[in-house]
């Protein structure tokens, strides 16, 4: 993956190794297959730094980067912060992070993974007032960090969660209102930016299942067609 790492994030590379070894470390403290992902998700979150890019950072307590393994197969990708999100700084940690949490693990069981192999982040990365949608230009602000995201990592599979997180991963360019997760879910699409092309599987979002609960099945669904891609990667060419 290191052939993806644009010039501009090697250096920012450079500049969190000289930061390590101002105080004291010869290396990173990282295991030497996730030394170059790691340090360039590191990279780009000093990038970001104390972002006041878009208006989402007024309001905001912490900015949520994401987390997870570097060298994850499948990445999930969220909406935006929840109020418990942004209380902590990190994903999906509230009652819907839960359900994904055993959405996630269950998962894993066949396969042997579960949540910390897998990486989790949001289209915007600060929570929206009142936990609303982000907003078109939010979302533009936001996009390039999470397209970089996306590189760095270089997942197998994307797992879009609720409908903004579809739209803007299947590069949809028509108005939210017009998109319904309930008609794309459950069919690969893709996301594509430059020569990266990486399948989607559109799903509902946790949140969305806690209030309907009985949409819990086609979610799992979705999943089980994520796990045989998984384990048959020639299925690929059939998308």
């Not at 990038?47 to 997870?68: A, H, P, Q, W």
């Not at 982000?134 to 970089?148: Q, S």
């Amino acid at each position: 993956m290191t052939s993806m790492v644009t010039n501009d994030i090697r250096g920012d590379i450079s500049l969190v190794l000289n930061f390590y070894k101002a105080f004291g470390f010869e290396s990173l403290p990282l295991d030497s297959a996730d030394t170059d992902k790691e340090a360039a998700l590191m990279a780009l979150r000093h990038e970001i730094g104390d972002c006041r890019r878009c208006k989402l950072s007024k309001g905001r307590t912490n900015l949520v980067f994401g987390e997870g393994n570097p060298n994850a197969r499948i990445m999930f990708v969220g909406e935006a912060p929840g109020r418990e999100e942004d209380k902590e700084g990190r994903p999906f940690v509230g009652e819907a992070g839960q359900l994904l949490t055993r959405l996630i693990n269950k998962m894993g069981e066949d396969l042997g993974f579960e949540r910390k192999d897998v990486y989790i982040a949001n289209i915007a990365k600060c929570r929206p007032p009142g936990n609303r949608d982000p907003e078109a230009d939010e979302i533009e602000t936001c996009l390039p960090f999470l397209k970089k995201q996306i590189a760095i990592i270089s997942p197998e599979i994307i797992v879009s969660l609720g409908k903004i997180s579809a739209h803007t991963m299947l590069g949809r360019s028509g108005p939210f209102n017009s998109f319904f997760i309930t008609k794309e879910r459950g069919k690969f699409g893709e996301y594509r930016d430059g020569e990266i092309s990486i399948p989607v599987m559109p799903t509902f979002h946790p949140a969305y299942l806690l209030r309907t609960p009985s949409d819990k099945v086609k979610t799992w669904s979705d999943a089980q067609a994520v796990l045989k891609l998984l384990k048959h990667p020639a299925m690929r060419g059939m998308i």
